[in-house]
C-alpha cells in the first residue's frame, strides 16, 4: 500500500473537543477502568486525544481538503450550538466481549444526532469508506488487545457502578477536522481546521 506522501493523502476525521474539567473527570474513571485489567490488555486513550467522532473519513487526497472544509464550513454555520453531557462507560459490541471501552456522550435534544447526520452526508463524497450504519455518541477509552473473562466481568461490574455518573456538561460551539497520523506508538492527532456553530 502506497504511502502518504506518494499519495498526498491525509488521515481525517471530523470531531467536537472535549474541554479540560470533563476531561479531567473522564480521565478519573479511565484510571478506574485500568487498574481492573492487566497492564497490556487494553490500549487506553491518551487523554489528549478524548474527543466526541462525528465521522471518520479514512484518507483524503490533499486537493480536496479545502473544498471539503468548505462544505464543513456551511453544514456548522447552518447548525445550532449543542449543550453535551458525558455520563456513564459502555462498551462495543457489548459488555461480554468488549472490543471498544467509551464514556457516553449526548444531548437529550437530538441535536447532535441531526448535527452528525449532516456532516455525515456531506462528508461522504469525500470519505474513503462509507460510515457507520449507527452513530452512538461517545468518547473513546480504550480498545481492548485481549481480555480474561475474569477481567470483561470486572469492567462490566465497574460499567453498572458507574453507569448515573456525570462526567459534566459543556456547550460545544465548534467542530473540528482533525488529521490522525500512525506512529509506531500510536495515533497523533493534529487540528486542520475549526467550524463555528450557529450561536
Do not use: Y
Not at 456538561?169 to 500510536?186: D, I, K, Q
Request: charged fraction near 25%.
Amino acid at each position: 500500500m502506497a504511502d502518504e506522501s506518494s499519495t498526498g493523502s491525509l488521515r481525517l476525521f471530523v470531531a467536537i473537543p472535549m474541554p479540560e474539567p470533563v476531561r479531567h473527570k473522564v480521565i478519573g474513571v479511565q484510571g478506574e477502568l485500568q487498574q481492573l485489567v492487566s497492564r497490556d490488555a487494553v490500549r487506553w486513550t491518551k487523554p489528549e486525544q478524548f474527543h466526541l467522532t462525528l465521522r471518520f473519513l479514512g484518507d483524503v487526497p490533499a486537493e480536496r481538503v479545502p473544498a471539503l472544509q468548505e462544505a464543513l464550513n456551511t453544514v456548522c454555520l447552518g447548525s445550532p450550538v449543542l449543550r453535551l453531557r458525558a455520563q456513564g462507560v459502555g462498551f462495543f459490541p457489548n459488555a461480554r466481549s468488549p472490543r471498544v471501552i467509551w464514556v457516553g456522550v449526548g444531548d437529550g435534544e437530538g441535536l447532535l444526532l441531526d448535527l452528525q447526520k449532516k456532516i455525515a452526508d456531506t462528508v461522504g463524497p469525500f470519505a474513503e469508506k462509507p460510515g457507520d450504519e449507527k452513530f452512538v455518541g461517545h468518547v473513546t477509552l480504550g480498545r481492548v488487545k485481549f481480555l480474561k473473562r475474569p477481567e470483561a466481568e470486572k469492567l462490566a461490574a465497574h460499567a453498572q457502578v458507574v453507569k448515573d455518573r456525570l462526567f459534566g456538561e459543556w456547550t460545544a460551539n465548534e467542530v473540528e477536522l482533525m488529521r490522525s497520523e500512525l506512529t509506531p506508538t500510536g495515533a497523533s492527532h493534529t487540528l486542520l481546521a475549526a467550524f463555528r456553530l450557529k450561536t
